[in-house]
Structures are given as C-alpha cells and as structure tokens.
C-alpha cells in the first residue's frame, strides 16, 4: 500500500489507485497517516469529525466509517486499519508515505551538501519537489488549522521549502542561473520573511550584473522584517550584501570533486608518469538522439532510480531494457544515455552487439571486445589475442573508473557476460529483445521491461512526426493511427515517415490504406530495420520447434491473454510443458506475462502471428485447436456454474473431454469466481468464434453454463453478446428445446438491460416452444421470468398470477428447488398486495427449504422477500435484519445486481426507522454497485443519497 499526502490525499495498492469515498472517511483517514503507527483514541477521532457539536449517534457513525474505510483500502490494506483500545491503529510501512520519500530524498541532499557535491544536491531536491501535488492534503482544508495535526502539515510544507532552497543554492553553485532570478522573486513574494529566498536572490542578480537590483532586494527585506519582527537581516544575508558591495563574486562550483584521473592512453609504461589533461582519452560513442522520442515517463523514471541507487550505494550492476522488436528501447536507451552522460566524465562507450541481425552477423565477444578496447584507446596492435586476455584488459581499464557502456541488441545472457565492466563504478546498459534472465540472476543486473506506448504516448509521438497542424486538423483520424498500429513505435514510425514524405496525403486516407492493407503490408519499410515483419521474424525465427508453434496457435485463442492451462489444452501439451514454451516466449519478448499468470500480446503481434499461422499450419490443425480450447473452456465453465448454482441443470457433457483437453479442476465456489472473472473476455470471445466456426452446440452449451456468471455480475453487455450468438446457434441446430432455452435465457438478460419489449417476445417464443415439445420444467422458468417481467412493469397481480402458475407446474414435478423459488416469489407478491400473513408462511417455508438444499442465492433472496414482509407490516427492525442478511449472502456468491437491490432495500428500512447515517451507508453501497453495473435503478439510489 502507498498513500500520498503531498498534495490531495491519496492512497493505492498492488492494482492502482483506491477510491476513498466520503468527505469524513477521507479525513478519518488522513489523521490515521499523521499520527501512523500510533492508536488514536475514538474520542479524538470523534472531535475531529464532528468537532464540538457531536451527534448521538458519533460512536456508531464512527464505527461506520471506519467499516468504510477498511473497504476502501480493499483485500491489501484493509487488514492494516486494527481496533486497538482507546481506537484505532493504522500500520503503514516505512516507504509507504510520499513524505518518506521526500524525507529521504532530503537526506541525500543533506549529505550531498556537507561534501558540496551540488549536482546530487539538485537532483535530489529537484526530485523530492517533483513529489509535490499541491498543499499537504488540499483536499482536508480544516486539517491545517488543527493545533492536534497542523504542526505536522507544517513540518511537511517547511520541509518542501528547505528542499526549494536547497536546489536554488545548488543552481547558484552550479552557475545554472537561466530563469533564477524570475523564481526566487516569486519566492520571496510568496515567503516574505524567509532569509535564504531573498539571499540567493541577491546572488543570483549579483552574479548576472544586476548590482542594483540586488540591493534593492536588500533593502526591501530589512524594512519588511523591521516592520513586521523589528528585527534587522540575518548574518548570511550581511555576508551577502558585504560581498556585493565588495564587487565579490562567489565561484560556480563543480557538481562534485572529480574523480581519479583519466585512463592513460594504453601503451604508456607505468614508468611514465601520470598523463597530462591532454592526454586523457574519453570516449563520447552515443548515437545521436532522436528528435521524435516522446513519453517513456514511466521507463525514464525507473532509470532515473537506479541511477539514483547507485550513486547512493556507490556503484551497480548492469541494467537490462528488454522489450519485443520494435518497441524503442534503443531509442530509449540513447535518450537516456545522453542525459546522464555528465554523471560519466571518464566517457561514453556504444556497441551494437547485432544480436538479432537479419543476416546472422551477430558480433562475437572476441570482437566486441576489441571495439571495446579500441574505445578505451588501445591502439590495434596492442590488443590481445585471447578472449580472456581482451576482457581481462578491459576489466582493468575501466576498473575505479566512470564510464557508460550502452550494448545494444545483444542476443542472451552469453553474448554479453564478458563484456561486463568489474568495477560497480561504471553502469553497463544492454538492450535486448531476450530478457536476459542469466543476467538478471547471476550478475544482478537490474531489469527495465519496455511495452509498447500508452495512447496519449503514441500520439505525442506521431505529432512528433507528422506535425501539430494535421493532428490538429484531423484527431480521430490520429486515434485511429493509433489502434492500427497497436502503439508500437516502429509501426508509428512507419506511418509517420509515409505521412511526413506526402504531406499531401490526409490523416484520413492514410488510415483507409492501412485498413485495407493487407496484415503487416502496410508496416513494410525501405529495409529490413524499418519493416515490422522484418523485424518480428528475427525474434521468431529464435524459437525452439515446439515455441514456434505455440505462438502460431496463441492467435487462435479468443482472449487477450492465455493461462498455461488454457494453453495446454490449446496446444494438446500437458499444461507444465505448455508452461515451458510460454516462458521461452516471453523471454523472447513475444508475449508478456502479467501479474495474474496470463500471457498475452499486442495486436501486431497477434496479426503476425495469424500470417504464421496461415502460412505453415493446415486449417483444419487450426480449427482442431479452436475446438480444443472450446472444449476446455465447456468443460471448466460447467464446473464453476455448478459450484454457483448447484441448481442450474447442466448441459450433456462426455464424461472426458476431448483428445488432448485438459479442463480445470475449479475446487469451491471462491476459485469458481476467481477463475470466471480471469477469464471473463476469452469466454465470451469463444462462444462467438465457435459459432462463427461452425461448432454450434458448443456456442449454445458455452452460452447456458456462462449465463449464471454473467447474470449474477450485472454483466448485460457480455451476457446479451453470448446469448445472441447461442440463440443463432441454436436456431441453426434445428433444436427446439436448444431453442427454446436461447430464447429465455437472451430474454433475461433484455428484461435485465432495461429492453423490457424485446424481452417479453423471446419469452413468449421460448414458452411456445416449451409447450410444444411438452416440457413442463421450461415452462415454470418462463412463467417465473414472465412475472420478473410484470414485477419491473409494477403490475403485482399479473406477476402474482405467473408464480402461482410456475408453482402448480414444479408440485405437479416434484421439483423442490423450482418449487421454493415459485413459494419465495408468490410470498413476496402475497406480501405488496397486503396479504401479510400468507405472504410471511410462504416466504418463510421457502426459506427453510432453500436452507436444506443448500442454494445459497436462493436463501439470500428470501430473506430479501422476508424483509419486504416485515416492512410492509411495520417490524422495521427485522425488515433491516432481514435485508442485511440477504445483502451479506449476495455478496459472497457475487449476485451484484440482487446485492444491489438488497441494501437499496436495506437503505429504505434504516430511514424509516430514523437511522439516517445508516441508510445513507447501505443507499451508497448500493448505489455504487447499480452504477459499476451501469444499470437505470442507479439513478433512483442516488436521488436518495441526496435528500
């Protein structure tokens, strides 16, 4: 967990950042922070929320809060907020505050400052203002006049102007006076009575022949602190003014004292002495920068870190900027290089290594050590023969030394393990499309991993290109750019180069090219390194047999991202093998692994490998494995939906899956969740690839054991999408019962999606067809739905009318699960048409039954209806009882839309009974998860939260 308190309070965990909702959970949680690792007493928290003028119900309202704030902070920090008498205790690690950070950074330039190392004082105070948003927590405005925790906001703001006067200082020392002046008279406007703004103002001017400016700022100073302390300047300020007027001006100094002298030019005998100034070689290789770099803040920053690591720990090891081709990290890595190049006065060494050459002309380490060499000055003549004998050499001359050492393109760990420096006070960075994991774990190289752009990176980047006035001109045509090009920087290369060569040619028709190219046709440059197939293959063609074919079949996987279990059944390998080949890929930089265990690739990728795919495997290989994945996910998906809803009735699966299929074993209803909800996007994509495959039953069955997910979550857009696809399916088998089920299914999620019309012809088609296959079950399910329907119409007898038929055809089946919910719907109609007493024993018998069968949903709605009955009868006590418990099960299963409907209810009976904190409390729970499922009743919920 981090938290910010810098500027607006803000707080994040392992996902991004966390949403504190109210005013008083915000402040709650901002003294929390103040006093962190301290237990604040819940009379002092009291005192701060409400101040003098507490409610009744402070000691209650608290406890809300704090149950709040807990979820709030989410799985992470939830369990950091503890109860601890006399209150509460916030455990926040040390590092976890932006102000540690700050501190820290204040630390370095303490200590940087005693040496007069000024250029680490800069950036280390230039790097803690960088932390700064606004005031300390802008957003608490009360906090800051607090006697309790102004203090500590104003330790926070004087730490914040030491940090500003200690980069002036620095600027001033480092002669860096451009814009100065025009800053620190901002300063001294804003901080009037603060010395060292006024005295690096005087200097500055000083320093740039504005003598008399100087003075006057002087002169201005003391008559503001006779005026307001009566006190006169203090003594740095004197020292300032005498030396003014003495015509004195204090030397610029170095960043820091320079390090040993240079390297002898190799070939002088020890005997020789120490070189003079012009002897010294420093080597400056760096390619030149390129114009068009754009965004990388994220990279930049990481890189910017560790260089910051090693000056502080006085040296590291190698950097590794890995990253498929075509990403930038070249283009990164000389940006970069060119803007620390200071911090390496001894030189700029550059190699590429041409570890992915086309041509096979990787250089070895024996030759890149001689350039190495050659680098460093060692004349041709004077370089070993040996291997061992060039690295040794080169270990020797760069030993004690701070040199920058850019390998690019090197192909794995072997190819650049001797070119390695031995002394940690020079910084190697390699690129390379390998992550060099040998590295990583054997020489501590530190890892930088590159993706491709972000959208607004890539259309900074294509400005860059094709200039601001045709971006400006045509902005969608830009966004589409964008997409077609997946954000990768050598496709937006490409496209910007062709852009920028006929600027006759609109943004707009360069984006109807490039739609109607075909695949990568339109990423093909002038030559190899500027053609993205290219420049793909060359990773491809590093594959092992088996990768090869993994990466081809991957574009046959629906989602974005695969599972090594999902992609052993993609591939017929057992999911460990299949785990193998997605590393080799990754390490390859042909997928990327993310947090949650799935592998994925951008869309350039995924089209090249679609061309692999055509071009080598036949298409029924190819349609096999879309059958496989199919299956899989068939198979899966039926386990999960049952651990739901034990009560769903499953499709007619084999007992075994297919040759090759290897579903999961999901073990209760927690794993079922979790593994719906990773895998929700390739679900959904599957059920529409299968039927566009042809594989219609399995587009159907998918679609049946997916709807209770979907459903439950509130996800309409998905559910309509599956169901319409199994509808089609289901129409092309020629299956009046597939039919017939379809039909219902996509009318429920209509009724749901607020398509009440829609919904109610599907539901009449679905009970005809029911009726005339004689299927007695598939018509109480349609009657119960029909009254859902007149439920959302507000027509209670009508509803009432379809349950008590839904519960003669499940008695007449025997059918107790259908049986109980028919009961549950009946009592709750019973109950809004003022039949409270049958309503409360029909309700009541569903209850007990839904108890035995273990159909915890179905509980969870019955005590929604039993909370209605005793509403309505005016037991608001146990209507709120009623309501809460039903809310609290409907979470657990993940019925989000129900859990939505049950505290909106909740909200109801806690104002009814008086309780307005209450209400508001369950109205904004509700209210939330109405708006997260972007459903019409959120509107409703809000309008309370208003009164």
Known sequence: MRFGLLGPLTAQDAAGPLVIGSAKVRLLLGILLLKRGQVVSSDELKAALWGTDLPATASSSL????????????????????????????????????????????????????????????????TALGLWRGSPLADLPGLGHSLLYGPGLQALDEARLVALEWRCEADLRLGRYDGLAAELYALTEQHPLREGFHRHLMVALHRTDRQAEALAVFHRLRKILADELGVSPG?????????????????????????????????????DGAPKSGDAHVPAQLPPVSRYFAGRRTALARLDGLLEDA????????????????????????????????????????????????????????????????????????VPASQEARTALYRTLTDGRR????????????????????????????????????????????????????????????TARVGHARVTADPRAVDEVVELTARLPLALAVVGARAAVTPALGLTRLVERLRRAR????????????????????????????????FRLLAVHPGPGITAAVAGSLSALPPPRAHVLLTELAEANLVTEGEDGRYAFHDLLRTYAVELGEQVDPAPSRGTALRRVTEHYLHTAQRGALLMDPQLPPVDLPARAGRGVRPEDLA????????????????????????????????????????????????????????????????????????????????VVLRWSGRDTEAGTHLRRALDLFTAEGDLFGQADVHLDL?????????????????????????????????????????????????????????????????????RRSLALTWDSLGVVHQETGDLEQAAHCFRVSAEILREVGSLYHEAVSLDHLGDAESAAGRPERA???????????????????????LKLRR
């Not at 093909?524 to 293959?537: C, E, I, N, P, Y």
């Not at 009432?800 to 709750?828: D, M, P, Q, T």
């Open 311 to 382: 000056r502080r720990h006085a040296g590291t090891g190698p950097i590794v900027l890995s990253g498929p081709g075509g990403v930038g990290k070249t283009t990164l890595a000389v940006h970069w290089a060119h803007r620390v190049r200071a911090d390496f006065p001894d030189g700029q060494l550059h190699l590429n290594l041409r570890g992915f050459a086309p041509d096979g002309s990787a250089v070895t380490p024996d030759s890149a050590l001689r350039s190495l060499l050659e680098g460093l000055g060692v004349p041709r003549t004077r």
């Open 920 to 942: 508001r409390e369950a109205w904004q729970r509700s209210w939330e998860l109405f708006d997260g499922l972007r459903h019409d009743d959120a509107e409703g919920v809000r």
């Open 63 to 126: 406890h809300n809060h704090v149950t709040r704030l807990r979820r709030a902070l989410g799985p992470e920090g939830a369990g950091r907020l503890r109860s601890v008498p006399p209150g509460y205790l916030l455990e926040v690690d040390r590092g976890a505050l932006d102000g540690d950070r700050h501190e820290e950074l204040l630390g370095t330039a303490r200590t940087a400052r005693l040496r007069e190392d000024w250029e680490t004082v800069r950036r280390a105070c230039a």
């Open 668 to 747: 209760d209803l927690g794993e079922a969740r979790e593994w719906f909800s990773g895998e929700r996007a390739a679900l959904v994509e599957t059920v529409v690839r299968a039927g566009a495959a042809g594989l219609d039953r399995e587009c159907w069955q998918l679609a049946h054991v997916l709807k209770t997910y979907l459903n439950w979550g509130g996800h309409w857009a998905d559910a309509a999408t599956v169901q319409t696809a199994a509808l089609e399916a289901a129409e092309r088998l020629d299956d009046p019962t597939a039919r017939a089920g379809a039909h219902r299914s996509l009318a």
């Open 787 to 855: 009254a859902g329907r007149y439920e959302q119409q507000e027509r209670s007898e009508q509803a009432l009318h379809h349950n008590e038929r839904a519960l003669e055809i499940f008695r007449e089946l025997g059918h107790r699960s259908g049986e109980a919910k028919a009961l549950n719907n009946v009592g709750y109609f019973q109950a809004l048409l003022g039949n409270h007493a049958e309503a409360l024993t029909m309700c009541d018998a569903a209850r007990l039954a839904f108890e035995e069968l273990g159909d």
């Open 519 to 550: 695949g990568l046709d339109a990423f093909t440059g002038s030559d190899a390194w500027s053609d993205v197939r290219a420049v793909l293959s060359w990773s491809y063609e590093t594959l092992s047999t088996d990768a090869a074919r993994l």
């Open 235 to 271: 003594r740095a300020v004197q020292e300032a003014l005498a030396d003014i007027l003495r015509g004195h001006t204090e030397p610029a100094r170095q960043a820091q004292a320079s390090p040993p002298g240079p390297v002898p030019a190799p070939g002088k005998a020890a005997g």
């Open 403 to 462: 040199y920058l050492i850019l390998l690019d393109n090197a192909r794995d760990a072997a190819h650049v393990r001797p070119l390695l420096t031995g002394s940690a006070t020079s910084l190697t960075l390699v690129t390379s499309r390998d992550q060099l994991l040998g590295l990583v774990a054997v020489e501590d190289a530190q890892p930088v991993a590159l993706d491709v752009l972000s959208h607004d990176e890539a259309r900074e980047l294509l």
